[in-house]
Every structure is written in C-alpha cells, then in structure tokens.
C-alpha cells in the first residue's frame, strides 16, 4: 500500500520525496479510504537501507524498486543542492546570490513537474548556521559570491551609490 501511494505522490509531485509528516489518503477495500503516513514511511526505508541494529535490512527486490521511482535516499543532501542550484540560476539571471528573504523559486523536477522554492528562506537559514556548515557547502557558496552579511552588503551598495552621486553632482 504505501510503495503504490509513493508512486502515486511521485507521479502528481514529480519527486518521490515526501515530507516526513506527509499522509496520503488512498482506497482500501468497499470505496474506504484511510490515511497511510506515508512520509514515516519513507524515513523508515531509508533506516532500513542498511543493516542496523535489530532492524531487518531492506530487501535488494525492494532497494530496486524504490530506485526504479528515482526514491530520495538522502533527503536533506537533495534538498541542499536543489536550492544551491536554484540559487546559481537566480545568480546568473540577477547577477547576484542575495535574493530577498521572501522570494520563492520555480524549479522543474520530474516528468516535467514544477515545485516552489523558498530560496530566499533557504539562504537565511544558510547564513545564521555559516559556522555549522560544511566545509564543502560554505566553498560551494562563495564560488557563486554567495552574500553572507545582507547589512554590509547594502550598506556598501548605498555608499557606492552615493559616491556615483556626488561624481555626477560635484
């Protein structure tokens, strides 16, 4: 029941990577219906992808099928780059990595599906955890000339612009 709801959200979604607290209402027998916890679910096959203790291990049958939906094993590295990348698009269409905090993102994730981003979220909570983020990331970040202090970074754009003035004026 829950593989064939995942395939189902992953179809109408175009990701088979429910949030954890997500249910799925689905038809049971006699037109019932009843509510499957479907993103606790997901977490527990991804516990179950490698022996643990006391827990029985995933199936390599079902290792394959949930790969044969494009399953999301690593939910927050797939997140991380989904909106990384969504902010080098952003970079390259603005010309800088500091959208609003507000802004949100179209992204395009499978079968062609469209999914809402909060970049502007993402990158706030990118720059109040810098000392608790990854080497790697925090490399990643400034390669796009990521703006990790919002306040500097206007101050010094309303100071550029009041130099340009007084060239301009005298």
Same mark, same amino acid.
């Given at each position: 029941?829950?593989?064939?709801?995942?395939?189902?959200?992953?179809? #109408?979604? /175009?990701?088979? @990577? &429910?949030?954890? %607290?997500?249910?799925?209402?689905?038809?049971?027998?006699?037109? $019932? *219906?009843?509510?499957?916890?479907?993103?606790?679910?997901?977490? =527990?096959?991804?516990?179950?992808?490698? &022996?643990? #203790?006391?827990? *029985?291990?995933?199936?390599?049958?079902?290792?394959? $099928?949930?790969?044969?939906?494009?399953?999301?094993?690593?939910?927050?590295?797939?997140? =991380?780059?989904?909106?990384?990348?969504?902010?080098?698009?952003?970079?390259? #269409?603005?010309?800088?990595? @500091?959208?609003?905090?507000?802004?949100?993102?179209?992204?395009?994730?499978?079968?062609?599906?469209? $999914?809402?981003? @909060?970049?502007?979220? =993402?990158? /706030?909570?990118? %720059?109040? %955890?810098?000392?608790?983020?990854?080497?790697?990331?925090?490399?990643?970040?400034?390669?796009?000339?990521?703006? =990790?202090?919002?306040?500097?970074?206007?101050?010094?754009? @309303?100071?550029?612009?009041?130099?340009?003035?007084? %060239?301009? *004026? /005298?």
């Amino acid at each position: 029941q829950n593989y064939n709801a995942l395939c189902a959200y992953a179809r #109408r979604t /175009g990701e088979a @990577n &429910p949030p954890q %607290r997500h249910k799925e209402t689905v038809t049971v027998e006699h037109g $019932k *219906t009843k509510q499957l916890k479907l993103g606790v679910w997901c977490v =527990w096959q991804r516990t179950r992808k490698t &022996p643990l #203790r006391r827990k *029985t291990p995933l199936s390599q049958e079902r290792r394959e $099928k949930l790969n044969g939906i494009n399953f999301v094993w690593k939910p927050e590295e797939y997140d =991380w780059n989904q909106n990384y990348n969504a902010l080098c698009a952003y970079a390259r #269409r603005t010309g800088e990595a @500091n959208p609003s905090y507000n802004h949100k993102e179209t992204v395009t994730v499978g079968h062609g599906k469209t $999914k809402e981003l @909060n970049l502007g979220r =993402w990158c /706030g909570h990118r %720059r109040s %955890r810098k000392a608790k983020l990854r080497q790697d990331r925090r490399e990643k970040l400034d390669s796009i000339k990521f703006v =990790w202090n919002e306040n500097d970074y206007f101050w010094n754009q @309303n100071y550029n612009a009041l130099c340009a003035y007084a %060239r301009r *004026t /005298g």
